[in-house]
């Protein structure tokens, strides 16, 4: 079993900057693909971004060049750095983490965007 914790999450103005953080509970991350996904009230789930076990990357066209996925296998932590926040990116944000024959999902974190 793999816990998934997030954090960093808060309330921040138009064009502002928030860090999102996912501490996995064991050191299987390391191999672990992960991603960041988002639901906004009334919407489905959307992925926002994932980087796979080799760093690899890949965002949402809604995101590119605002958001910022990256990992430290050491700290078993996932990142999303998001610059320039807008209204629609207001969310919970949640973290996944595949090992392809099965998932793990985090409790998720609020961001809300205030214009």
């Known amino acids: 079993q793999v816990q998934l914790v997030e954090s960093g999450g808060g309330s921040v103005q138009a064009g502002g900057s928030l860090r999102l953080f996912c501490v996995a509970s064991?050191?299987?991350?390391?191999?672990?693909?992960m991603g960041w996904y988002r639901q906004a009230p009334g919407k489905q789930r959307e992925l926002v971004a994932t980087?796979?076990?080799?760093?690899?990357?890949n965002y949402a066209d809604s995101v590119k060049g605002r958001f910022t996925i990256s990992r430290d296998n050491v700290e078993n932590t996932v990142f999303l750095q998001m610059n320039s926040l807008k209204p629609e990116d207001t969310a919970v944000y949640y973290c996944?983490?595949?090992?392809?024959?099965?998932?793990?999902w985090g409790q998720g974190t609020q961001v809300t965007v205030t214009v």
């Open positions: 996944r983490g595949d090992l392809g024959y099965r998932d793990y």
């Open positions: 064991r050191r299987i991350f390391s191999i672990m693909n």
């Open positions: 980087i796979t076990s080799g760093s690899s990357t």
